[in-house]
């Protein structure tokens, strides 16, 4: 990674351009082709240095919840029970963590009420496993920018 990559990566974590051509308007701040902020955001991709660029929602506003769960699911099983989860749109998030008590696979699923509701009920019926249903009661902090110098 060189200082335009640096550069590069820290115009889109702070303030991705939401005009008609992005990438234009990326490469004329930082003095480079528009096909060259392309390719360079394609290579950061291969490389496991960006995972996606896309907006942050306040679900809330769009008629919405968040809930983190949590699984108590055998070690020998969580690829499979995690294959589950992963088949939902609404899940976004979801890690194997080592717990004490058992909850282990934790997943954080988005939608309106009842569809929340409905991939619970289904998580619960596909895998047989116990979950723990953890509401948001408040928000505190959205989103993580790194500092990339």
């Not at 690829?79 to 749109?89: G, L, Q």
């Not at 939608?111 to 249903?133: H, M, N, P, Q, Y």
Request: hydrophobic share 40%.
């Amino acid at each position: 990674m060189d200082e335009v990559d640096r550069k590069l990566l820290a115009e889109v974590q702070e303030e991705f351009p939401l005009v008609e051509e992005p990438f234009k308007a990326l490469a004329e701040t930082l003095g480079i082709p528009s096909s060259e902020v392309i390719s360079r955001l394609s290579s950061l991709q291969e490389q496991g240095l960006i995972r996606r660029i896309g907006p942050v929602l306040d679900l809330r506003k769009l008629g919405r919840r968040g809930v983190l769960v949590a699984v108590k699911v055998p070690d020998e099983e969580a690829c499979k029970v995690a294959r589950i989860v992963n088949s939902y749109r609404e899940v976004s998030h979801n890690y194997l963590r080592p717990n004490e008590t058992g909850y282990n696979l934790w997943f954080t699923v988005s939608a309106d009420e009842g569809r929340i509701e409905e991939i619970l009920k289904d998580v619960l019926s596909r895998t047989g496993c116990k979950i723990l249903i953890l509401p948001t009661l408040r928000i505190f902090k959205i989103g993580v920018k790194f500092d990339i110098y």
